[in-house]
């Protein structure tokens, strides 16, 4: 049976798109009542756990997905390899931080990734200094041998106003479906931009150089929370053959600003410090995505594309970033297989790799299947991620870019799907009502014009393609959980996953099913995106 959706809410144009109540009842039965998505998530990250690109964990993480997926009867299940060099693989297993003196204390603290162990317990005086240009190294060369540097200032703790948990309420989803007018940008914003990250980059190297020559122990830094929140991401240097510095960790605020104040006051403050991580592989290794499929009939040339991000950072177990992404996305294809869809097109499943480094693993799938820019010939571009280079040409399309429909992200956390990010394509949003309006009684009812970024869809809108995330509850994501050590199943919500589940099935077959090809937005190629 199939619905003539909502004349009264869209006029004609919603009316033009069908909606199959028999499709989407089969997939609310399975997804409500019979999910597995929750169970998976815990296996994801209690069992195997957090899932750094290119170490122990991400393999085993593959390996386990391309078993659930083969166990549900996918179709192409396998790892495709989307960057032959991206790093080295790296493994964090245990930290411990000892104040001595001025008196003794436990101080919480874990590593950055890819930076180095301290190969057993060291001890050190603790210094203040800053890094802020490489003239500042020049300034402590020959002071700091044998130290522990506190690379930070202290910071000033200021109560939150925000809930720790929220659902959006029924004002901050109107006010999401209207349109901010865009400010002007000055000509040169995205070049300067591009020059602050090259200066960073640059400052990184001479200062992890700087540190290993001078024999510092340890650089610690102050996390960008409070209320005990250790937020910590990457330093050190994951390729191999540059240079990896120091053992670098985050503490919290709370036990950051003490040591400083301890400093400028000139009190001997002495720490002991044994960090347990390591290099997995002295060479960089291969870095791959994990693909699944329901093959099309009829024009299982044309793809529909469902994705999130399998790896995660270190400190936690990646539950919310982006572990409850994956198991949405795959409790969405089992339940697809389960019921016995068979799309008109190929709907695919896509596990990426090294979203947090930069969309590496979309970005490459994107490039190799469907479009890119020509390759910099800049070097300082060509060490940037593919997602943030500057193009040297028009866009190259591949083959598969007129035979491609659509991609759907999952990618803000554990939160419940309100609506859908348009992205400003006006055609969809008529089309994407009509789909959402079966699921307005489980909260999802919203379709905003607005643009969201930071995630993997952002690959596939950068060369004019339609790439969309959904509109999530902000739930604890940026308060508790996003790159943090609280990142566990914990702040997970299993009733949240089913719901996503549902409607990213429906999404995906109704996509899988139309007519045409989901409309495009109109695409002005740009040098740089």
Do not use: C
């Not at 690109?53 to 009867?73: C, I």
């Not at 402590?140 to 200032?153: A, N, P, S």
């Not at 010939?377 to 943030?388: C, F, H, N, V």
């Amino acid at each position: 049976m199939a619905l003539w959706a909502g004349m009264s809410m869209a006029g004609v144009a919603q009316a033009a798109e069908p909606v199959d109540l028999d499709m989407v009842a089969k997939i609310r039965s399975e997804a409500l009542h019979r999910s597995q998505a929750a169970a998976n998530l815990k296996e994801l990250t209690e069992t195997i756990g957090p899932r750094l690109t290119n170490s122990p964990n991400y393999t085993q993480a593959s390996a386990w997905a391309r078993g659930k997926l083969s166990g549900w009867g996918l179709s192409n299940v396998h790892d495709e390899v989307y960057d032959p060099a991206f790093g080295r693989g790296w493994a964090f297993r245990a930290s411990r931080v000892e104040m001595l003196s001025p008196r003794q204390l436990p101080v919480h603290a874990l590593p950055k990734a890819w930076t180095r162990g301290t190969d057993g317990p060291v001890e050190g005086e603790v210094v203040l200094a800053s890094f802020k240009t490489l003239e500042d190294i020049e300034k402590q060369r020959g002071k700091l041998r044998g130290r522990i540097v506190l690379v930070d200032e202290g910071r000033a703790y200021k109560p939150s106003e925000k809930t720790d948990f929220r659902r959006y309420t029924a004002a901050e989803l109107g006010e999401l479906q209207t349109f901010p007018m865009p400010e002007d940008t000055a000509p040169d914003a995205q070049q300067k931009r591009l020059d602050e990250y090259r200066k960073r980059i640059a400052l990184s190297k001479a200062l992890n150089t700087f540190l290993a020559e001078e024999g510092v122990l340890a650089t610690l830094s102050i996390s960008s929370w409070d209320n005990g929140i250790i937020r910590a991401t990457g330093g050190g240097a994951r390729k191999a053959g540059e240079p990896v510095g120091v053992t670098e960790l985050v503490l919290p605020a709370e036990h950051y600003n003490p040591l400083v104040r301890a400093v400028q006051d000139k009190q001997p403050v002495r720490l002991r410090i044994d960090v347990d991580s390591a290099f997995t592989s002295e060479q960089d290794l291969p870095a791959t995505n994990t693909f699944a499929e329901i093959p099309g009939s009829g024009r299982a040339d044309e793809v529909v594309i469902i994705g999130a991000h399998l790896d995660s950072w270190h400190t936690g177990t990646g539950a919310s970033d982006n572990g409850a992404g994956v198991v949405v996305m795959m409790e969405a294809m089992r339940i697809l297989k389960t019921i016995g869809a068979k799309p008109r097109r190929t709907i695919r499943l896509a596990l990426w790799g090294g979203e947090e480094q930069g969309l590496h693993g979309s970005a490459g799938y994107v490039a190799r299947y469907l479009a890119d820019y020509p390759e910099p010939t800049d070097p300082e571009q060509k060490a940037l991620p593919r997602a943030y280079q500057r193009g040297t040409g028009p866009l190259q399309r591949r083959r598969g870019y007129d035979r491609f429909s659509t991609y759907f992200n999952f990618d803000n956390g554990t939160g419940r799907i309100r609506g859908i990010y348009a992205q400003e394509n006006h055609a969809a949003v008529p089309i994407f009502k009509a789909w959402l309006e079966p699921f307005n009684d489980l909260g999802a009812s919203i379709v905003t014009t607005r643009n969201t970024g930071s995630t993997d869809h952002i690959s596939f809108d950068r060369v004019g393609l339609p790439g969309f995330q959904f509109v999530q509850d902000p739930a604890d994501y940026f308060t508790h959980v996003h790159h943090t050590h609280l990142d566990t199943y914990d702040h997970i919500v299993p009733e949240d996953l089913k719901q996503a589940a549902a409607i990213i099935a429906s999404f995906a077959w109704h996509a899988a099913m139309r007519e045409e090809r989901l409309p495009r937005k109109p695409f002005v190629e740009r040098d740089a995106q």
